[in-house]
Nanobody
Framework: QVQLVESGGGLVQAGGSLRLSCAAS????????MGWYRQAPGKQRELVAR???????NYADFVKGRFTISRDNAKNTVYLQMNSLKPEDTAVYSC???????????????WGQGTQVTVSS
C-alpha cells in the first residue's frame, strides 16, 4: 500500500504565499518523478510543476518565477512554494508520484487526495 497525503492549503490574499507538502508513505522502493497539478472549478486538471529524482524541474508557464517545486528524498516528500499568488491560482492542488513498490517492483502512478487553495482579491 502506498499513499500520498497533501497539506498546506488554505485561504490567502492576493500577493501572499503558501507552501504545500505531499508526503508519500507505504511500501516504497523508489520514487521517480513527483509533480503538482491543479484543477479549478469547471476547468480541466493542469500540470503546475514536476521534479524528477535527480532534481530537474519543469513548470507551467503561468507559474514560472512565482512557484518553486522541491523534494526531500529522505522524507519521500515534495513541496510547492507558491509566492505572489493570484486569484486565478484558486484551485484544488493535487500531487502525484511515480513510485516503485518494494513488494512488486512495479512502478505505478499514485495521486494524493488534493488540497484546496483559495486566493482572495
Amino acid at each position: 500500500q502506498v499513499q500520498l497525503v497533501e497539506s498546506g492549503g488554505g485561504l490567502v490574499q492576493a500577493g501572499g504565499s503558501l507552501r504545500l507538502s505531499c508526503a508519500a508513505s507505504g511500501t516504497i522502493f523508489r520514487i521517480n518523478a513527483m509533480g503538482w497539478y491543479r484543477q479549478a472549478p469547471g476547468k480541466q486538471r493542469e500540470l503546475v510543476a514536476r521534479i524528477i529524482s535527480g532534481g530537474s524541474t519543469n513548470y507551467a508557464d503561468f507559474v514560472k518565477g512565482r512557484f518553486t517545486i522541491s523534494r526531500d528524498n529522505a522524507k519521500n516528500t515534495v513541496y510547492l512554494q507558491m509566492n505572489s499568488l493570484k486569484p486565478e491560482d484558486t484551485a484544488v492542488y493535487s500531487c502525484n508520484a511515480d513510485i516503485i513498490s518494494s513488494i512488486t517492483r512495479v512502478q505505478l502512478l499514485y495521486w494524493g487526495q488534493g488540497t484546496q487553495v483559495t486566493v482572495s482579491s
